[in-house]
């Protein structure tokens, strides 16, 4: 399609991201194999414990992970279309279209240190309908939260905040009708 806007993800942020599991299921997997080191130079002495601990983090690390690498293997987050937004930028959700004629506001976020691109539209429960549980139960709290299903995290894309709202904005005003 012409007048697309296509937003990646940032290459330096997504190998940090995927470090950062990697080094999680490695201390996962110490937790395991070593417990016998851990009982005697940790405030917990129970081995099982440990080792209960280390085999939950290197799951969880394990699992989200594969999410990471996953969705970075996908070369776009976003795309920007006459039609509307095309977000494939969460490992979690399905890959979906948000529609310019569904969307009532676009707000900017920031919370803890991140920041968020608040998607509002007039049909929320449908975007909380399509998804699998785990997406459907993100989304649900999202909307309890923020009164829209739809968060962009802008934390891996390749693009400032200012200039994806105002990228958004600006084509929600064009192609709304």
């Given at each position: ?20 599991f ?10 395991i ?7 005697t130079?940790?405030?917990?002495k ?40 095309i977000?494939?930028?969460s ?38 309908n399509?998804?699998?549980k ?31 709202e105002k ?8 192609y709304?009708?």
């Open positions: 399609m012409k007048n697309e806007i296509r937003i990646t993800f940032n290459s330096k942020r997504k190998i940090g991201i995927i470090i950062i990697l080094l999680f299921s490695l201390l996962g997997l110490f937790f194999f070593q417990s016998n080191i851990l009982i130079i940790w405030i917990i129970n081995k099982l414990f440990i080792q209960f601990l280390g085999l939950i983090t290197f799951l969880l690390s394990t699992i989200f992970l594969a999410l990471f690498v996953n969705m970075y293997s996908r070369k776009t987050a976003l795309i920007l279309d006459s039609e509307g937004i977000d494939t930028s490992p979690i959700r399905n890959t979906r279209r948000i529609r310019w004629q569904n969307i009532v506001d676009i707000q900017k976020l920031e919370l803890s240190g991140s920041t968020f691109i608040l998607v509002f539209v007039d049909n929320p429960q449908q975007y909380i399509e998804e699998n785990l997406s459907k139960w993100i989304n649900k709290n999202n909307y309890k939260f923020y009164r829209t299903p739809i968060s962009i995290s802008v934390v891996s894309l390749n693009t400032y905040v200012d200039t994806l990228q958004l904005k600006e084509n929600w005003k064009k709304k009708i």
